[in-house]
């Protein structure tokens, strides 16, 4: 409903062209020269004027107001009366100087006229697209006729005629509309912000929040989604209060309709990271990870819940019920190590509502491809979620999300599986930024936290698909520095790849594995050791002779080897210190932050060898 200030100024808007209309009626009946040509101004400007009236008239009464076009068309109205009082007014006989002074000619009222004609257009369709009995928006009908205002743009009118069928319609147009716009935003970003502008965002969230039926919820969110592919479109929902909307029918919605949520959480947290905040600050991550999990630990469940005895269960259960009802708001989560007591205590402390278990029952009635692609797009808000935030990977750390994710991960397969892995792979990456998120989630007697690493391993070992192997590879050289000296069986997948046929792949297992050898390692010297033992030198050496990339990260890591395990073996049978020597004079040449590191190494290279020849000679009888 419009508010009081808004009324007024709408009112307002439309009372300076009804003022301007009487002034020429005015000058028109004081005109003594064209008064034939005044005259016929003057039926034009009553024209104007009566439909001007009238739209004051319902603005003033309307429960709901599109004021857009009413500001846009009154204004181009308001200057055409203008030019018709300033000539009309030059009709009037007052001397002889005035009228030497004064020259008016027909063609000057035929412009006139021309500008008068198309404000009675322009107001003709203006009362159309609000007529409550004649099929426009307040009757029921999408008016997509041209007023002469928008001649030269007419997704202009239809924009208005769309957004004003959504504020004022009945659903069955309003889900017509918010398809039309869905379409018209899909064409091109012109398109995008012409719908914008003209206020075309809050119709379409408070058709998705009222939830009237499934199909204007999905017109709804398939609009906005097609807005939200920019930063300002984006910040434009948010300041619409969009983001509490979209969790909250993400939270309490049938699976289609959150499955169309969760993209649009993924869209808007990948274009705009205030939006990215807002949705974690909404809590948006406790949902997503409830709807990816859902049916993933049924099989576990089932598998535990049989080697229980009865009265086990029953004590398990009262114990939930009682934390439940004693501490709704705190976390949901189980100490214990049981993941499917944690997910069978999960839903029951979130879906105590009736409503909520009704949507429950309703996607465990779902179609099977209905619920894979709910968990794709979830996973893909949560990958969106993640990225580049260290306080957003700690929230799905804290709802048990790394336990989900490596199930997943584990079961699954396509593109569901893919953004799983991303969504680890951005977690891991905040966690190599920040110690506190390292130490907390990423502990080497954490459950979830095995559970990931093994998965990756997995992937990297099995899955020979560089897609999935290259985010998998760099998530483990993120947890680097959570590995102690004894987990050598993460290095060796590692090791590995370095000699796979796919470049990148090869590339980012020596990137991954630079960051166990590198100086910010503590256990730098224990994992380069182990790198070489599981035949890292001559994997490396045959990356020299590769493409760009691939040497570049190849010579770092053998760099690395060379500092901290100068005295191997390996490194003198593999000439190591020719390579390097050779890499100084050529690729140092072309990349000179690398000096630096490559002459340390050569220097190292060159203290054993001269230590090992001394001992040599030492011993010469």
């Known amino acids: 409903m419009a508010t009081e200030l808004e009324e007024k100024l709408i009112e307002e808007e439309l009372g300076y062209p009804i003022r301007l209309s009487e002034q020429v009626r005015a000058a028109v009946d004081e005109a003594n020269l064209f008064k034939l040509e005044c005259s016929e101004v003057g039926k034009q400007v009553d024209r104007v004027s009566q439909m001007l009236r009238t739209m004051t008239r319902f603005a003033s009464t309307a429960q709901f107001l599109y004021d857009r076009p009413i500001r846009r068309v009154t204004a181009e109205v308001s200057k055409n009366l203008e030019r018709a009082l300033t000539l009309v007014r030059k009709c009037k006989r007052r001397s002889v100087l005035r009228r030497v002074v004064t020259i008016v000619s027909a063609a000057d009222f035929r412009k006139v006229q021309s500008f008068l004609e198309s404000s009675v257009g322009d107001m003709r369709w203006l009362l159309s697209i609000f007529d409550t009995e004649n099929g426009g928006a307040g009757g029921g009908g999408i008016n997509l006729s041209l007023p002469p205002i928008a001649s030269n743009d007419p997704i202009l009118s239809w924009v208005w005629s769309f957004v004003a069928t959504l504020q004022m319609s009945q659903l069955p147009e309003k889900i017509e509309a918010a398809n039309e716009l869905a379409s018209f935003a899909r064409d091109n970003d012109r398109n995008k912000k012409i719908i914008v502008e003209e206020g075309g965002v809050p119709p379409l969230l408070k058709l998705l929040k009222d939830g009237a039926s499934l199909e204007a919820q999905i017109a709804a969110t398939a609009a906005i989604y097609n807005l939200a592919n920019d930063q300002e479109r984006v910040r434009a929902i948010v300041n619409e209060l969009g983001v509490q909307i979209i969790v909250q029918v993400l939270s309490d919605s049938p699976m289609v309709v959150q499955t169309q949520a969760a993209r649009l959480v993924a869209r808007m947290a990948e274009y705009d990271t205030i939006a990215q905040e807002d949705f974690a600050r909404e809590n948006v991550i406790r949902p997503l990870v409830t709807l990816l999990s859902f049916e993933t630990f049924v099989d576990d469940h089932k598998d535990q819940s049989s080697k229980q005895s009865f009265h086990s269960i029953v004590q398990i259960n009262k114990q939930m019920e009682k934390k439940t009802l004693t501490r709704p708001n705190s976390r949901p989560y189980s100490n214990s190590n049981s993941n499917s007591n944690y997910y069978h205590y999960y839903y029951h402390s979130n879906e105590g509502s009736s409503r909520a278990g009704q949507h429950r029952r309703e996607r465990e009635n779902e179609k099977p491809e209905v619920k894979l692609s709910l968990k794709i797009s979830c996973a893909g808000a949560l990958w969106m979620l993640a990225k580049g935030s260290v306080l957003n990977s700690r929230r799905i750390t804290e709802t048990k999300g790394l336990l989900c994710l490596a199930k997943l991960v584990e079961k699954e397969e396509g593109e569901l599986q893919y953004n799983c892995l991303m969504t680890i792979m951005e977690i891991t990456a905040a966690a190599e930024s920040n110690a506190d998120l390292r130490r907390s989630s990423f502990r080497i007697n954490s459950p979830a936290a095995k559970a990931v ?169």
């Not at 590339?507 to 050898?517: N, Q, T, V």
């Not at 049978?573 to 000179?592: I, K, M, N, S, Y």
């Open 453 to 621: 690493v093994e998965q990756l391993l997995r992937v990297i070992r099995e899955l020979d698909n560089p897609i999935l192997q290259v985010p998998a590879i760099k998530s483990i050289g993120s947890l680097a520095r959570t590995f102690p000296a004894r987990e050598t069986w993460v290095i060796n997948p590692l090791v590995t790849q370095l000699s796979h046929r796919n470049p990148d792949v090869a590339a980012e297992a020596a990137i991954s594995l630079g960051k166990f050898a590198c100086l910010d390692n503590f256990l730098c010297v224990e994992h380069s050791k182990t790198i070489i033992e599981y035949n890292g030198v001559p994997q490396l050496m045959r990356m020299l002779r590769a493409n760009e990339r691939t040497q570049w990260h190849g010579l770092i890591l053998l760099c690395y080897l060379a500092i901290h395990a100068g005295n191997s073996e390996a490194l003198e049978q593999a000439r190591v210190l020719t390579a390097l020597e050779g890499a100084d004079r050529t690729v140092v040449a072309q990349h000179p932050e690398l000096r630096e590191l490559v002459s340390k190494a050569i220097d190292h290279l060159n203290l054993y060898r001269v230590g090992v020849q001394s001992q040599m000679h030492s011993f010469v009888p």
